[in-house]
């Protein structure tokens, strides 16, 4: 069974997770600097082995971001970002006032698992689809 605890992981174990997942190695200074600067962690770990991590970044007052749910490919569909996701969601229904906004980018395909706890996609109208930039 799994911890699932309110702390931040280690830029080594950040980038780890993100590396199984696919989504490429980070450096580990810029990786330290955006852990520090993170609203909230959640952690989920297996005899002290990050499985599962999630966090919030943002203004902490008007606009909040979901970032980083991601589970070790070896421990998904066992309920771990079920998990992850029920801790994000108890921080920002303390935190997020009326009038904050709260948005994430999907993973492709994982849009049905954001659904179950009240995400929706912007179909463009009348916000328009949203746009990011990688650099």
Known sequence: MYLV?????TAAEFSSLRVKVGWGATNLEMAQRS??????????RIDNKLIGMGRVIGDGVMFFYVQDVV????????????????????????????????????AQGKESFYARYGYSERSGDPLGKGMCKFI
Not at 35 to 44: D, I, R
Not at 82 to 99: D, R, V, W
């Open 5 to 9: 605890d309110v702390i931040q992981p």
């Open 35 to 44: 852990l520090e600067n993170s609203l909230f962690h959640v952690t989920a």
């Open 71 to 106: 589970v070790d490919p070896d421990f998904q569909q066992q309920g771990v970002g079920g998990a992850l996701m029920q801790e994000i969601e108890q921080y920002l229904s303390i935190t997020a006032q009326k009038g904050s906004t709260v948005a994430l980018l999907s």
